[in-house]
C-alpha cells in the first residue's frame, strides 16, 4: 500500500448522472414546461396588445399636441398607402396630418406621422373614419374608442382606447363597451 495515495484500496466512483437521474430531470422539466407554456402565451398576446395600443394613444396624443403647437386642425385617418385617407382598415395604418391651408385635403408637407400597420395581425375599429383635433386640442365632434384585438378576437387580451372630448385618450384592459 502507497502511503502518497489515500484513495489506494477504496473503490473509485465515477461523478456524474446516471441515465435513469437524467431521464426523471428531463421528465420533470417537460412537466413544468408543459405547465407554464399556456400562460406564456397569454403573456406574450397581452404584452403585443399593450404595444399595440400604445403606438395608437402615442399617435393620438402626437396629433393633440401637433394640434396646439400648429393652431391649427389636425386629423387622423385611415391610409392604407401612408399619403392619403384612403384605407379600409385602421389596422392596416394611418396618417396624421395638419391641414394648415383649411382645404381639408391631405396636400404635400401636412403629414405630421405615418403609422403603419399593425404587427401580429391584429383588428383595430373605430366608428368613424378619421379623427380630427381642433387648435384647442379637444376633439371635433363626439368622442370616439378604439377597440383593439387579437387575431383570435378574445377580448380578454385586447384594448379599449377610448378619447373624451378633450382628447385625452384612456386604455383600457379588454373590449369597449357597447354604447
Same mark, same amino acid.
Given at each position: 500500500?502507497?502511503?502518497?495515495?489515500?484513495?489506494?484500496?477504496?473503490?473509485?466512483?465515477?461523478?456524474?448522472?446516471?441515465?435513469?437521474?437524467?431521464?426523471?430531470?428531463?421528465?420533470?422539466?417537460?412537466?413544468?414546461?408543459?405547465?407554464?407554456?399556456?400562460?406564456?402565451?397569454?403573456?406574450?398576446?397581452?404584452?403585443?396588445?399593450?404595444?399595440?395600443?400604445?403606438?395608437?394613444?402615442?399617435?393620438?396624443?402626437?396629433?393633440?399636441?401637433?394640434?396646439?403647437?400648429?393652431?391649427?386642425?389636425?386629423?387622423?385617418?385611415?391610409?392604407?398607402?401612408?399619403?392619403?385617407?384612403?384605407?379600409?382598415?385602421?389596422?392596416?395604418?394611418?396618417?396624421?396630418?395638419?391641414?394648415?391651408?383649411? /382645404?381639408?385635403?391631405? $396636400?404635400? +408637407?401636412?403629414? %405630421?406621422? #405615418?403609422?403603419?400597420?399593425?404587427?401580429? =395581425?391584429? *383588428?383595430?375599429? !373605430?366608428?368613424?373614419?378619421?379623427?380630427?383635433?381642433?387648435?384647442?386640442?379637444?376633439?371635433?365632434?363626439?368622442?370616439?374608442?378604439?377597440?383593439?384585438?387579437?387575431? /383570435?378576437?378574445?377580448? $380578454?387580451? +385586447?384594448?379599449? %382606447?377610448? #378619447?373624451?372630448?378633450?382628447?385625452?385618450? =384612456?386604455? *383600457?384592459?379588454? !373590449?369597449?363597451?357597447?354604447?
Amino acid at each position: 500500500m502507497d502511503k502518497n495515495n489515500p484513495q489506494q484500496g477504496r473503490s473509485i466512483r465515477n461523478r456524474g448522472f446516471t441515465l435513469i437521474e437524467m431521464m426523471v430531470t428531463v421528465a420533470i422539466l417537460a412537466i413544468l414546461i408543459a405547465a407554464v407554456t399556456p400562460s406564456f402565451r397569454g403573456l406574450l398576446r397581452d404584452n403585443q396588445a399593450a404595444t399595440q395600443a400604445n403606438a395608437l394613444v402615442t399617435s393620438l396624443m402626437l396629433a393633440r399636441s401637433e394640434a396646439i403647437k400648429r393652431n391649427a386642425p389636425v386629423v387622423m385617418c385611415r391610409s392604407d398607402d401612408g399619403a392619403s385617407c384612403a384605407g379600409s382598415d385602421w389596422a392596416e395604418g394611418w396618417i396624421l396630418w395638419a391641414d394648415t391651408d383649411g /382645404d381639408a385635403t391631405v $396636400d404635400s +408637407g401636412e403629414i %405630421v406621422q #405615418v403609422q403603419e400597420d399593425l404587427a401580429g =395581425n391584429f *383588428t383595430l375599429t !373605430a366608428t368613424g373614419s378619421s379623427f380630427t383635433y381642433r387648435p384647442d386640442g379637444s376633439v371635433s365632434g363626439d368622442a370616439d374608442s378604439f377597440e383593439l384585438l387579437p387575431p /383570435d378576437g378574445n377580448a $380578454d387580451y +385586447g384594448r379599449c %382606447v377610448a #378619447v373624451d372630448v378633450t382628447g385625452r385618450p =384612456n386604455v *383600457t384592459k379588454g !373590449a369597449c363597451p357597447s354604447p
